[in-house]
């Protein structure tokens, strides 16, 4: 039989695989149990980075098996700040988002006073805070809405705004010296079709081209649009890089298997294209 048939067929049946276990649409849910739950998710420190103390995952008081999002008390801290943020993989949110319910347990000697935050954002155009074009309050645990004693609280549900392009939603957690350990589970987010995180429509813009195909060790890549992220998937779903737009990429490290590139453009288009590294 034809090898270069049967490799075709192959690289086919498994990019359908990678795309599959790459995309997330909603409704959306996260436990933080797993890779696939777990993918798309990043921090970003926008105060101390030398804090050991930061966003991670435990199974101590899970609200459900296995594991939740948690951020400890900086020990020790006098005068730096803590400002650290988990942000979410992209949606593309019209005017029917929202997130449905998110548990949350909070425990400390103080509840977040003045200078603190514990709270939920929408960010618009970038993932990184910094280079976010707007940043919405979506939710804010201060005051009367802050609930301690470490048991599981529901969030009401929270309605997004009608946003155009590519959205983020972000925890943020931010103190001093306040003693405070916050735990986040079950993150559930829904929407009509236009809201999916990979619109069928704006999926079938395939506006990059990637080369050679199959590669060795360095793709490069075109694109008729401004892109403004670019996130390779492996096949088991899991992130393998994560950047802005590029012409040329080193993969000489990225085992050799089959993967899938997905462009999100400035206009708010998406392109998934899946690539052989050899």
Known sequence: MNTKFISIVTIVLLSIVATSNAQTALPYFTGFDNANQKAGWQMFRKGNSNSTYEWGFTNIDAYSPTECLYH???????????????VSPPFTIGSNGKIDSIRTSFKGFGAPGEGDTVAIYLLKGNADPALASSKTLLYDYRGDKYLGGGTWNITPSITLPATTG???IAIRYTTIVNWLDVRFDNIKISGTAPTSVHDKNLAAKNFVTLYPNPAKDRISMKS????????????????VYRGQSFSELNIAQFPNGIYTLRC???DGAEAKVPFVKQ
């Open 224 to 239: 008729a649009a401004a892109i403004i992220e670019s996130i390779i998937y492996d096949v088991q779903g899991r992130q």
């Open 264 to 266: 999100l453009s400035k």
């Open 72 to 86: 400890d008390y900086p020990v020790g801290q006098s005068t730096l700040r803590t400002d650290d943020w988990y």
């Open 166 to 168: 590519t959205c983020y």
